[in-house]
């Protein structure tokens, strides 16, 4: 149902302004403004002529239907199943074996009903959708590294796609037990039924979501995000109303409907609070200039700047942890230039001096080394890198290890790398003239701060670099601190590129409002966080000494 005020007055189904008017083409969905209508009309015509009693997905796009047929045939496997079977097979086991490619299309490509009757033929399309859409989302995934992404995945531009993780939780939900014998169009056509409202609101705040990611202006990014919490907001109370408080439902239906509700929330909710935080304040400072400004960036509505020349000077880190877990500190990932210094090295061994003695190991070694260390099960050299190559999470799970994995092979791996560019151990940089392939990448300055990070995290009874619990608490607890000294480290990256004197000169003072930036957050973020133990607090002394020296590039000589 739209929603509505108290009085008679219904409220757009969008920004829960008063509406003005209703979709022209179902008479239902009640809109302030033709913006608002514009924002979710992607996924509403899909549902704006078809039974508003029953939820049906829309057919697949002709995208969707050239990418699914050389994926028919395909064997895969899946929860359902222990051995590989293609898409065909498991429709046929579904629905019998002469069930043709044929008929499987022309179902996929039904429109949606205006009227939808109890012929199990609506059941059935809603299962053979849900099963087309899982074999497209794993071969999307699998197209863009194994993670999901916002950026590049050809599911961006369809919501539908991306909705899918919700309807194979509802349906999950109605199939938890074991005595059920009903068929999967029978539970179908009971879900389509039963969370119409839930479902509704649901794509609703994907559609919005995905508009949310997309938008790249300064001014409509906050007020679109703000649009979207709301939606959230509304998604959450529909399912109290539509879900847990429907009869009829078991048990199990608000308890897994509702962690599904909380994953999809989670990320838009924090990123409010900064936006709020925002909206309540007069001013704040830009990032790089220390100007009064009210702008932050639109992809992440955290990071404040004075104009679009001030976050052009910073996005060249700030593009990875731009729309990533604020919360949580995340190395970027090797560039295309580090993949290919490092692959030869994977599984062939060259000679390290670490000062003391000469030993020769592959960057498998190393890695494996380290995790076996760190009480980390032994890691392949695919994982290895597939770790390398993925981009920082949206959100980042508690219990995940991947991530911190992630980290802790990323810095040795970029340890290994810098030993091949400085042919030498240690911080010290010989030549680092302008063929130095580091002039090209900012995070090699900030590296050394995070290793130092680490090492205040090592627990001193055990004589590790750092456990996979110690080292999410440093992504945590060292997380203001790192993204400010990569702000640092940036400005005087952008200082070595400059050869207007002018400029350089330019870029030498927003980096020491930056350090003047960073040793505050040493001070109030770690020396006064209760979050970091006494112990750990002695060490960090040591990590003043590294960022608070008069030019970090004295570190790493990349003056020409």
């Known amino acids: 149902m739209p929603p509505t005020t108290n009085g008679s007055a219904q409220l757009c189904a969008v920004c829960d302004q008063p509406a003005k008017s209703r979709c022209g083409g179902c008479k239902r969905v009640p809109f302030c403004s033709p913006r608002c209508q514009k924002l979710i009309w992607s996924t509403h015509k899909a549902l704006c ?66 009227e939808t009757s109890d012929s199990p033929l609506w059941g059935q399309r809603e299962h053979l959708l849900r099963l087309a859409r899982e074999v497209l989302d794993a071969c999307y995934i699998g197209s863009t590294g194994g993670r999901r992404d916002h950026l590049n995945d050809p599911r961006q531009r369809n919501p539908w796609q991306e909705f899918q993780p ?19 169009a029978e539970v179908s056509l ?53 879900v847990v408080k429907k009869p009829g439902t078991t048990v ?16 838009f909710e924090m990123l409010g609070r900064h936006i709020a935080l925002e909206m309540t304040e007069k001013t704040v400072k830009c990032a790089v200039c220390d100007k009064d400004t009210k702008l932050r960036c639109s992809g ?12 052009k000077l910073l996005w060249p880190t700030h593009k990875t942890l731009c729309k990533v877990d604020p919360e949580v500190f995340h190395s970027a990932p090797l560039t295309p230039y580090e993949m290919g210094e490092m692959r030869p090295r994977m599984k062939k061994a060259y000679g390290h001096d670490d000062g003391k003695s000469i030993f020769t190991l592959t960057v498998l070694d190393m890695v494996n080394t380290v995790c076996h260390a760190a009480q980390m099960r032994p890691i392949s050299s695919v994982e290895v890198l597939e770790a390398l190559a993925t981009p ?33 151990p240690g911080p010290a940089v010989t030549g680092g003239g302008p063929s130095d392939p580091r002039r090209a990448d900012p995070w090699y300055l900030v590296r050394y701060t995070w290793t130092a990070c680490l090492a205040a995290s090592q627990d001193d009874r055990d004589g590790v670099r750092c456990r996979p619990e110690q080292l999410m ?41 930056a350090h003047k930036r960073l040793v505050q957050v040493w001070e109030r973020d770690l020396m006064g966080s209760l979050e970091i133990s006494r ?12 960022f608070c020296v008069p030019n970090i590039l004295q570190t790493i000589q990349f003056e020409s």
Request: some cysteine; hydrophobic content about 35%.
């Open 473 to 513: 608490c440093a992504m945590r607890n060292y997380n203001t601190f790192m993204r400010q000294s990569l702000v640092h480290c940036t400005l005087l990256w952008q200082k070595t590129r400059q050869t207007d004197p002018a400029k350089r000169e330019e870029m030498a003072s927003y980096a020491e409002l």
């Open 166 to 184: 919700v309807l194979l939780e509802c349906a999950a939900s109605l199939q938890t037990d074991p005595r059920d014998n009903r068929s999967p």
């Open 190 to 242: 009971q879900m389509m039924r039963l969370f119409n409202s839930f479902l509704r609101q649901a794509i609703i705040y994907i559609n919005l979501q995905m508009e949310t990611i997309q938008e790249e202006d300064n001014d409509k990014g906050p007020e679109l995000m703000l649009t979207t919490i709301a939606a959230g907001r509304r998604l959450k109370k529909v399912f109290e109303e539509d």
């Open 535 to 546: 112990q750990e607090k002695q060490r960090i002394p040591e990590l003043r000494d590294m």
């Open 392 to 424: 920082p999470p949206g959100k980042t799970p508690l219990n995940d290890s991947f991530w911190t994995d992630r980290a802790e092979m990323l810095r040795v791996v970029r340890d290994d790398l810098d030993y091949i560019y400085q042919k030498g």
């Open 49 to 114: 002529k078809a039974d508003p009693d029953v939820f049906h997905p829309p057919p697949l796009s002709a995208r969707e239907l050239g990418d699914l047929r050389p994926l028919m045939n395909e064997l895969r496997v899946t929860d359902r199943s222990t051995r590989p079977s293609s898409f065909m097979q498991e429709v046929r086991e579904y629905y019998g074996s002469s069930f043709s490619q044929e008929t499987l299309t022309a179902i996929l490509t039904t429109p949606t009903p205006p």
């Open 300 to 311: 992440c509505g955290i990071l404040p700047f004075c104009g679009a020349a001030c976050q």
């Open 252 to 267: 199990a239906v608000p308890i897994i409907i509702g962690t599904l509700v909380e994953e999809l929330t989670a990320n």
